[in-house]
């Protein structure tokens, strides 16, 4: 299925261009719009993108995004305002002009037709919810994760992909960063002999279910706090959930916090373990982890971090943030975002040609959000598809529901069901509030 926006508004383009070839051109047009500028594609061969929350992380993605030549931002939304006004600030910046236009609404983001695709990359709690509205509304979508914060989420918004056809990305940017992808590949090679055990690493979980006290509401233009609460259930207002402190409080965040890293790391498992459209049939609380057991007799050990680089486990912390681990019954072979490998024995390292000079930071969106864009033209499956994202994600909440109901869990790959457990099953959705109509 094309992208109508997209392949409609190039058509009409270059329909304007030829019907104008019999009047005077002006004496000068940009090169940049032309297409001339080197790397710059010309504007009826871009991709618009429109963003739909813009804190840290959606900046480092979009400044990733902009640098892509066929990519042209034309939108940001947001619920506060000096947000929106940053967000502008820096795409004016980039492309020269005062063309971003800002919405405090993301709903009036999604009413443009001329918008061919959004980021999203709010806070967790609106991940699902404006992915799915953004998908009904004719756009393709990039999300940043953890991509629902319930199974039942990540199941909405999988199979709202599938039936508007549209293309999705998830944010879980290490599929295509190159020392993870090689890790995969040694895995699956047969290298490291039957692989047995896979580590992945994740923040130790938390769930806070105190209220902030309560503080003035700002005025709706300054931060438009029903919107900002959205789906997640009403509390007061407090200025540090917005500045960004809602992580660990359970109406906002996903899965006890597991799903920070457990969306990234379990997701890389996954691939490894050929376990795309899958995941693990149980799943064992411990103190310092969950143990996973997929059907193939493969182990999934869900690493808790007492700190970010893994000093309590042993992991090469040399290595960096989100490590993973692969363990055969010839060797092993671990990496984390600071690019390098650690392949043990000396032998098998030594017969492997590692991969250089290529994308080897774990933060890194590039390639990931190329591997987008390029979906968005072919209509072909991107990375980290709906399919990936609703197998590695749900394997993650069903970890975080053994551990907070601190017992062991069995559920049916099939059905996305829990095998004989009425209290989990109970929590693999929440209660959505309903947030405040579009104006």
């Not at 009413?111 to 967790?124: L, P, Q």
């Not at 509205?133 to 999300?143: E, H, I, N, R, T």
């Not at 503080?215 to 407090?238: C, F, S």
């Not at 799943?283 to 999934?300: C, D, I, Q, R, W």
Request: charge should be neutral.
């Amino acid at each position: 299925m094309p992208s109508e926006n997209f392949f409609s508004r190039r058509s009409a383009l270059k329909s304007l261009a030829a019907a104008g070839s019999a009047f005077a051109m002006p004496a000068f047009v940009p090169a940049r719009v032309l297409g001339r500028e080197p790397g710059i594609a010309a504007a009826s061969e871009r991709i618009t993108l429109g963003v739909i929350g813009i804190g840290p992380r959606c900046t480092y993605d979009l400044k990733g995004m902009m640098a892509l030549g066929d990519i042209q931002c034309v939108a940001i939304s947001d619920v506060q305002k000096s947000r929106r006004d940053a967000g502008k600030a820096l795409v004016d910046g980039h492309y020269g002009n005062a063309d971003c236009k800002l919405y405090p609404d993301f709903r009036e983001l999604l009413a443009r037709d001329d918008i061919d695709t959004v980021i999203v990359a709010t806070g967790d709690r609106w991940h699902a919810e404006a992915a799915i509205l953004s998908a009904q509304a004719g756009k393709d979508v990039y999300c940043e994760k953890p991509c629902g914060i319930t199974i039942r989420d990540c199941q909405r918004l999988a199979d709202t992909f599938q039936e508007t056809g549209r293309i999705f990305q998830a944010g879980t940017q290490r599929r295509s960063v190159t020392n993870f992808r090689q890790a995969v590949e040694i895995a699956r090679s047969g290298k490291l002999g039957k692989v047995h055990t896979m580590y992945a690493s994740v923040y130790v979980p938390e769930i806070k279910t105190e209220w902030l006290p309560g503080e003035q509401t700002p005025p709706r233009d300054v931060v438009d706090w029903d919107l900002w609460l959205g789906p997640a259930p009403w509390r007061p207002y407090n200025a540090k959930y917005v500045a960004g402190q809602w992580r660990g409080y359970y109406d906002f965040d996903s899965g006890a916090r597991l799903l920070d890293w457990g969306a990234h790391t379990v997701d890389i498992c996954q691939w490894a373990n050929g376990s795309d459209g899958s995941m693990p049939l149980t799943y064992e609380p411990n103190p310092t982890n969950v143990t996973a057991m997929y059907a193939n007799g493969v182990k999934l050990i869900i690493d808790f971090l007492k700190t970010p680089f893994g000093e309590r486990t042993g992991w090469n912390t040399s290595l960096g943030t989100c490590p993973v681990r692969f363990v055969g019954e010839e060797g092993s072979v671990e990496t984390g975002d600071n690019g390098g490998m650690d392949i043990k024995p000396e032998s098998l390292k030594a017969s492997i040609a590692l991969e250089q000079g290529k994308t080897a930071n774990g933060l890194d969106v590039g390639t990931h959000a190329r591997d987008f864009f390029d979906c968005v033209k072919s209509r072909k499956p991107t990375a980290a598809n709906p399919t990936v994202m609703r197998s590695s994600h749900i394997a993650c909440h069903a970890a975080a529901l053994a551990w907070m109901l601190q017992r062991k869990l069995t559920i049916d790959p099939k059905t996305e069901t829990f095998v004989g457990d009425d209290e989990a099953n109970s929590l693999k959705s929440r209660p959505q509030r309903p947030y405040r109509a579009k104006a």
